[in-house]
């Protein structure tokens, strides 16, 4: 198993800024945030994704996004390994709902695998925390003055 260390800093004033926002508007700052993030990887799995010219549409590499949806079985399995973790907020980089796009990366008896999902991430993960850092802090700044613009507008009505 390969193991991956990273360091983030700066994580306590970040949770500070969010804690001075909204419950639901930090969570859906974090939402944008982590969509943002996502999308290189998700460019580059696609980029190394192989082709299938006889679909339309509905194949392995148009079927990879980046979202907060997982097909039935996996919100099966991930309610099992998270139960108790209703305050997170999290994103999912993936093929779906293709029936077996797990095949297409790990292989299975008929073909051998072809990898892109983990190589766009060991490729784009840099990329993606420092989208995290720089945009999460431009996320809340710009919660902070929407929410100061209602108050002003309420306080003016009232």
Same mark, same amino acid.
């Given at each position: 198993?390969?193991?991956?260390?990273?360091?983030?800093?700066?994580?306590?004033?970040?949770?500070?800024?969010?804690?001075?926002?909204?419950?639901?508007?930090?969570?859906?700052?974090?939402?944008?945030?982590?969509?943002?993030?996502?999308?290189?990887?998700?460019?580059?799995?696609?980029?190394?994704?192989?082709?299938?010219?006889?679909?339309?549409?509905?194949?392995?590499? !148009?079927? &990879?996004?980046?979202?907060? $949806?997982?097909?039935? #079985?996996?919100? *099966?399995?991930?309610?099992?390994?998270?139960?108790?973790?209703?305050?997170?907020?999290?994103?999912?980089?993936?093929?779906?709902?293709?029936?077996?796009?797990?095949?297409?990366?790990?292989?299975?008896?008929?073909?051998?695998?072809?990898?892109?999902?983990?190589?766009?991430?060991?490729?784009?993960?840099?990329?993606?925390?420092?989208?995290?850092?720089?945009?999460?802090? !431009?996320? &809340?700044?710009?919660?902070? $003055?929407?929410?100061? #613009?209602?108050? *002003?507008?309420?306080?003016?009505?009232?």
């Amino acid at each position: 198993m390969m193991k991956t260390t990273v360091k983030i800093e700066g994580l306590r004033d970040l949770e500070v800024a969010l804690s001075e926002l909204p419950k639901s508007t930090g969570k859906a700052v974090i939402r944008r945030t982590l969509k943002k993030a996502g999308e290189p990887i998700a460019d580059r799995w696609r980029s190394l994704a192989p082709d299938d010219p006889n679909t339309s549409g509905d194949d392995y590499r !148009s079927s &990879i996004t980046v979202s907060t $949806k997982l097909s039935k #079985r996996q919100r *099966a399995a991930h309610r099992k390994m998270f139960r108790d973790d209703k305050a997170s907020v999290e994103m999912f980089v993936g093929a779906g709902p293709l029936p077996h796009p797990h095949q297409q990366e790990f292989g299975n008896v008929n073909h051998g695998p072809q990898p892109a999902g983990r190589p766009a991430w060991d490729e784009k993960q840099g990329q993606a925390l420092g989208i995290i850092r720089t945009e999460m802090w !431009s996320e &809340i700044e710009k919660a902070a $003055k929407r929410l100061a #613009r209602k108050a *002003a507008r309420l306080a003016a009505k009232g």
